[in-house]
């Protein structure tokens, strides 16, 4: 088993800055990419950013791509997303999700574990 935990979510204004963070524990070894969704009231859940375990392969949703980033730090099992130019539409809660097979996906289903997600919210 793979437990994540998000934190770093908040309220922000429009134009402004978050960072997000996933701490991984437990069987991590299993882990083959990381990514990060986010789901909207009334809406499914969206793909927002996955990174491999080496970081070698990024990808990034086409509504944040030019303004979040996604990184690693393996010997903090930690991911990072950092959120910039935020825009009131990037409202929602933001889930962190580990994968076991190989390869990227942009796919909810294809992840194993998640996180209990962290808020954000920008203010126009």
């Known amino acids: 088993q793979v437990q994540l935990v998000e934190s770093g979510g908040g309220l922000v204004q429009a134009g402004g800055s978050l960072r997000l963070s996933c701490a991984a524990s437990g069987s991590i070894f299993s882990i083959s990419s990381m990514g990060w969704f986010r789901q909207a009231p009334g809406k499914e859940r969206e793909f927002v950013s996955v990174?491999?375990?080496?970081?070698?392969?990024?990808y990034y949703g086409d509504s944040v791509a030019g303004r979040f980033t996604i990184s690693r730090d393996n010997a903090k099992n930690t991911v990072y997303l950092q959120m910039n130019s935020l825009k009131p539409e990037d409202t929602a809660l933001y889930y962190c999700a580990a994968r076991r097979d190989y390869g990227l996906s942009r796919q909810p289903g294809q992840y194993n574990y998640w996180g209990q997600g962290t808020q954000v919210t920008v203010s126009s």
């Open positions: 990174i491999s375990w080496s970081s070698s392969r990024i």
